[in-house]
């Protein structure tokens, strides 16, 4: 993945100015400035502040798909999950497939 390009796309999405990504990510704008304009790879520090802004985690923006928000639901589901023995995940899952086929 380009880093650049992903930021640019990013920025795009959201359409925001450089100035508003320094003051929602708390970077300068000169250090911003220098990331998009002249194209120079932000070190890890400033690509988190960066991703900070756009409400995104490094993971997330490293991601080659769209990543599935985990909810407070998801995450109690995949908690109790990883306790069951693998019948009893094994029965669980034939039931959410059941469930979740077209009528």
């Given at each position: 993945?380009?880093?650049?390009?992903?930021?640019?796309?990013?920025?795009?999405?959201?359409?925001?100015?450089?100035?508003?990504?320094?003051?929602?990510?708390?970077?300068?704008?000169?250090?911003?400035?220098?990331?998009y304009k002249?194209?120079?790879?932000?070190?890890?520090?400033?690509?988190?502040?960066?991703?900070?802004?756009?409400?995104?985690?490094?993971?997330?923006?490293?991601?080659?798909?769209?990543?599935?928000?985990?909810?407070?639901?998801?995450?109690?589901?995949?908690?109790?999950?990883?306790?069951?023995?693998?019948?009893?995940?094994?029965?669980?899952?034939?039931?959410?497939?059941?469930?979740?086929?077209?009528?």
């Open positions: 993945m380009d880093v650049l390009e992903r930021l640019h796309k990013l920025q795009s999405e959201f359409g925001w100015s450089d100035y508003l990504i320094a003051k929602k990510s708390g970077l300068s704008p000169g250090t911003v400035s220098n990331v002249r194209n120079n790879i932000p070190n890890l520090s400033t690509l988190e502040s960066i991703c900070g802004a756009f409400n995104i985690t490094l993971s997330q923006f490293f991601a080659d798909n769209d990543m599935i928000e985990l909810t407070p639901e998801l995450n109690e589901l995949f908690t109790n999950w990883i306790k069951l023995p693998e019948e009893q995940q094994t029965i669980i899952l034939q039931l959410i497939k059941s469930c979740s086929r077209e009528p």
